[in-house]
Nanobody, 124 residues
Framework: QVRLVESGGGLVQTGDSLRLACAAS????????MAWFRQTPGEERKFVAR????????DYADSVEDRFTISRDNAKNTVYLQMNRLKPEDAATYYC?????????????????WGQGTQVTVSS
């Protein structure tokens, strides 16, 4: 059974940092493209960042470029999202996703596995 379990969310102030973690079981993340998405109530799930299966190349949404960093630790079977200089508009539920491909996608419908999400709240 595949499980992706996110952690690390919480309440922070504008300008603070958080590191989210996504611990995988039932799959080996080194064989998957991994991504983070976020969603606010009434909105569609939006792409945040992805790390390709090979070479650890990354891709970011414009809104988080230069502030967020996605990384993977294959030994721990865990993906991370380091979020710096947080803004109120970053507040959302953050989801980890895995796609059985080399590059993943910016489209949530193309991902095979999802975590349950972790809440990030940013106060102004």
């Amino acid at each position: 059974q595949v499980r992706l379990v996110e952690s690390g969310g919480g309440l922070v102030q504008t300008g603070d940092s958080l590191r989210l973690a996504c611990a995988a079981s039932g799959l080996t993340i080194s064989s998957f493209a991994m991504a983070w998405f976020r969603q606010t109530p009434g909105e569609e799930r939006k792409f945040v960042a992805r790390v390709y299966r090979d070479y650890d190349s990354t891709d970011y949404a414009d809104s988080v470029e230069d502030r967020f960093t996605i990384s993977r630790d294959n030994a721990k079977n865990t993906v991370y999202l380091q979020m710096n200089r947080l803004k109120p508009e970053d507040a959302a539920t953050y989801y980890c996703a895995a796609q059985n491909s080399a590059f993943g996608s910016r489209f949530p419908t193309e991902y095979h596995y999802w975590g349950q999400g972790t809440q990030v709240t940013v106060s102004s």
